[in-house]
């Protein structure tokens, strides 16, 4: 008897907060995928759920890619739909997630321009940004198959709602921001590219100062899926162009296997016969003023680069 | 499988429905179903250390026998001996053959001889030190004749092996524990509701004070050379308010689990925050170690009877053994030696049983006296801490240092109020105010919510547990490890 009790009041404690968890979980993701906030991934998340991305030429890459590459100057030169999915501060590894997540809301695009670099493949070991992940996360096989790999959510947060929210004080913030502050329409990004208007910050000198180098480790599970790619692009007849977005010059040498690595992207290109635009020893190259630091353009020198590379890709499909 | 994790959420609930409905009542079953149930919850951890753990339970269950049928003192004394040596024998190797093998090496340097060590690369077993005490103060009473050996092997092998207690204890006698596991249970509604409170709370010690206050506390520790005076003192603050809601919140989980299977467990914290004077202060911390190390070592070396120097000298060894039983490390040593001198003018001027109630009893607040006696012990503690959570002398002594001499400048004060107002925010030291406003009104039951809303209707009853589910939830995710499992 004292154990039917026990249980019944138990249940009766328990039950409220299990109906509550999915309904919870449902309003959590609504209120923050309804952010609008650097740097703008959810917002490429949401274009991507909401199949709002429909193109015919995808930009993939990381910041490399979304600050760089304006898809409105393409589109008028190409006379082509581009949305440009550029990836904050991830390499191909979740660049590939998001094709594929792309791929299940939308059909397969003629063209995807991916922009490579010293940092594509190289693999994180944490999950940098891990809350762009969370209003979508709950039971997606594909984005527990290439998160859980990173330091970042336990396996229980992919199946159980609501507890992958638990601690992410930042992200709940936002979400009773979302809640109970009028909601602006405007977005960070747009079709998932926003040229920044930053000035040059002084990073780099502070690491030559510093005597920085760098040496990139290309990880051995992103080369296969990324020869895999190349594969499954030729498979679907989708057309595959590399590009090498301008770097400031002087940065460049504080890579010192930078040579390897480019040599690797030459020798796939020649090998599936990938045409590969590489901007590194560009005029943009020369001049500070077109970025914000050694890796990143600013507004003014994505606009510039954008109108060349719209100009080589419009006269290379002339040819 | 950590208290606070996924694994445990549901092996407990499994456990427990399959004790009281499966086993209807049948104590062999209880005890068998305990038993494994608390090998694999140990498995969990490294299925390795469970053969370990198996040795020594046959070891004591064996020797235990043995001491009980011996014919002579010195057949009683050899098994005894036995015991002894092979459970200290397995706890020097794991645990502290490197540090003296180094300690020993570094001694040498300092005389010219330079020679290498020759080390161990091993994993302590999780919760060795826990149950080799449980194994010692088994014998040892055997050996005293205050308790019979125990002669069902799986009872005695539940005694040691009880996976509430298993990991980090609280450290359980054989005279208190066996009589209970001997017994059959009967489910009892009012512990298990009790047991389940108890479990909330501790989880919310741990989840929301002690995870909380480890990301501050790990900031400032591991980054000390970066900061200066008042941070530094709130380096410590966080660390002693972690390591008391890391270790009393497992103790409260632990008890309240165990009392899910109609098993009562030793008290381990005592709201020692309160304690007027250290004497006070270690009746009320880790009780069931500070027994432990009283009634097996203290007394046996004389206790408190004999003279001066000897009062001073076992002073010193319960101490600072107690300081070494946390870790193969010096700043152990030094903190309890530490608070062995802290201790020794009360015991020298029979006052360190001032305090034997509770502070300010019946009462709201506590009289100025009570106030500034109950800050000053707390501060002495908080400096003791510094010790116990540096990664060595050096490290402690220079964190001490900076501390003192930035405690006078402004800018340390700024440096201060700068990372509470970027990093820490002021939402955690409010939920700690909150925190040690309810363990104050709750210091005279056995846990600070134990009593708080039993009058009250029970959605209001709800709706407080549900606050503390939602402040776990707000809090949570930080996944601490519990500091005690590395000793």
């Known amino acids: 008897m004292q154990m039917k009790t026990f249980l019944i009041h138990t249940l009766k404690f328990f039950i409220p907060l299990l109906i509550l968890l999915i309904p919870l979980d449902y309003v959590l993701s609504y209120y923050l995928s309804q952010s609008n906030e650097y740097p703008g991934e959810i917002e490429v998340w949401n274009d991507i759920y909401q199949s709002k991305a429909t193109c015919d030429v995808a930009v993939y890459g990381s910041s490399r890619a979304w600050a760089h590459i304006n898809p409105e100057i393409l589109k008028d030169s190409l006379h082509a739909e581009v949305y440009n999915f550029g990836m904050d501060g991830h390499n191909f590894w979740l660049q590939y997630l998001r094709h594929l997540e792309f791929l299940k809301h939308h059909p397969q695009p003629k063209t995807i321009i991916l922009s490579v670099d010293v940092f594509t493949l190289q693999k994180r070991t944490e999950l940098y940004q891990q809350s762009q992940f969370l209003p979508y996360m709950l039971w997606n096989a594909n984005i527990r198959k290439y998160t859980s790999s990173y330091v970042g959510f336990k396996k229980s947060d992919y199946y159980i709602p609501l507890l992958r929210y638990s601690g992410k004080t930042t992200s709940l913030k936002t979400i009773l921001k979302n809640a109970f502050s009028k909601h602006t329409e405007e977005k960070y990004r747009k079709r998932g590219f926003l040229g920044l208007d930053r000035a040059w910050n002084f990073d780099f000198e502070k690491a030559k100062a510093a005597n920085v180098t760098y040496q990139i480790k290309m990880d051995s599970a992103t080369l296969v899926l990324f020869e895999n790619f190349i594969q499954e692009c030729r498979n679907t007849k989708t057309e595959l162009i590399f590009v090498y977005t301008p770097e400031y010059i002087e940065g460049q040498k504080l890579f010192v296997n930078r040579s390897e690595l480019m040599s690797y992207y030459k020798t796939i290109s020649e090998k599936y016969a990938i045409p590969f635009y590489d901007y590194s020893g560009d005029s943009l190259c020369l001049d500070k003023k077109y970025f914000y630091n050694a890796s990143h353009l600013n507004k003014q020198g994505a606009e510039i680069f954008s109108r060349k590379l719209a100009s080589d890709l419009k006269a290379r499909t002339k040819n | ?487």
């Open chain 2, 1 to 487: 499988m950590l208290f606070n994790s996924i694994d445990f959420a549901i092996f407990l609930p499994i456990v427990f429905l399959l004790y009281w409905f499966v086993t209807k009542g049948n104590l062999k079953l209880q005890n068998t179903l305990l038993l494994f149930s608390s090998y694999f919850f140990y498995a969990c951890w490294d299925w390795r250390f469970l053969f370990l753990l198996i040795f020594s339970t046959l070891l004591d269950y064996f020797t235990g026998i043995k001491m009980s049928d011996a014919k002579s003192a010195s057949s009683k004394k050899f098994w005894f001996w036995l015991s002894v040596s092979v459970n200290l024998g397995f706890l020097g190797v794991f645990k502290y053959y490197n540090f003296f093998a180094e300690s020993f090496a570094s001694a040498l340097e300092n005389l010219g001889l330079q020679i290498n060590p020759w080390t161990l690369n091993l994993i302590l077993p999780v919760g060795i030190s826990f149950y080799t005490f449980h194994g010692l103060s088994y014998v040892i009473d055997i050996y005293k004749d205050r308790i019979k050996a125990e002669k069902n092997f799986i009872d005695y092998a539940v005694f040691v092996s009880f996976f509430p207690l298993l990991v980090a204890g609280p450290i359980e006698r054989a005279t208190h524990l066996l009589p209970q596991i001997q017994k059959r249970r009967t489910f009892d509604y009012a512990k298990a509701v009790d047991g389940l409170k108890q479990i909330l709370w501790g989880l919310f010690k741990k989840i929301v004070i002690a995870d909380n206050c480890a990301e501050f506390a790990n900031l400032i520790f591991n980054h000390s050379d970066d900061y200066s005076g008042s941070t530094l003192l709130l380096g410590a603050l966080f660390f002693s308010i972690q390591i008391y809601g890391d270790f009393s919140g497992y103790s409260d989980i632990a008890i309240g689990t165990a009392k899910l299977f109609g098993i009562e467990l030793l008290r381990n914290f005592a709201f020692p925050c309160f304690s007027r004077d250290i004497a006070e202060f270690w009746r009320r911390w880790h009780i069931s170690l500070s027994s432990w190390f009283r009634d097996y070592l203290y007394i046996p070396l004389g206790g408190s009877k004999g003279g001066t120097w000897m009062k001073i000298r076992n002073t010193f060894i319960i101490f600072i053994v107690s300081g070494f039983w946390h870790g193969a490390n010096w700043t152990f040593i030094v903190w309890g030696a530490l608070n062995a001198v802290y201790f020794l003018p009360l015991l020298l001027h029979n006052k360190n049983r001032n305090h034997l109630d509770v502070v300010a009893a019946g009462k709201l607040v506590p009289t100025a006296k009570e106030f500034f006696s109950m800050l000053l012990t707390f501060l002495m503690t908080v400096f003791a801490w510094i010790f116990f959570r540096a990664e060595n002398i050096q490290h402690a002594m220079s964190y001490i240092s900076d501390l003192f001499s930035g405690l006078a400048s402004k800018s340390s004060y700024v440096e201060t109020m700068n990372l509470i107002r970027w990093q820490i925010g002021y939402g955690i030291p409010l939920v700690i105010v909150l925190f040690f406003s309810l363990e104050w009104l709750g210091r005279e039951n056995q846990y600070a919510i134990s009593q708080l809303g039993k009058t009250w209707k029970r959605p209001m009853r709800h709706a407080l547990y549900y606050a503390l589910i939602f402040a776990i939830f707000w809090f949570g995710g930080k996944e601490q490890q519990f500091i005690y499992f590395q000793f």
